[in-house]
């Protein structure tokens, strides 16, 4: 029999779908920016680093993106199995794409002179 509620460690799922749902969130922000400020460098002629730097932003969301069901499943499995959880990769990723946003907004400002 299952313990009280306040001593269970996790839920049956809820906890696993809205981490999954945060990372969704976060994927989609650094793929549609990263395109999105791809775009207005392209169209303002900005310097090539800083389209390349928001690309690769784009890039980094994307595949984080791909990764979210796989990493739902190995995060379930691990919670289920009590290993512990390992989003090294993904969280590597979105670091880089957080970073490439910041330097492609380093250049941009860089560029026109502020």
Do not use: I
């Amino acid at each position: 029999m299952a313990g009280a509620p306040e001593e269970e460690v996790w839920d049956s799922g809820l906890q696993s779908e809205r981490t999954r749902l945060a990372w969704v969130r976060s994927a989609v922000a650094l793929a549609t920016g990263g395109l999105g400020a791809a775009g207005v460098a392209l169209r303002h002629a900005l310097p090539a680093p800083a389209v390349v730097v928001f690309t690769l932003a784009a890039l980094c969301g994307g595949v984080l993106l791909t990764r979210t069901r796989a990493r739902f499943r190995r995060t379930q499995a691990a919670l289920h199995g009590g290993r512990p959880l390992d989003n090294g990769v993904d969280a590597l990723l979105a670091w880089l794409g957080t970073l490439c946003v910041v330097a492609g907004a380093v250049a941009f400002v860089w560029s026109r002179g502020f």
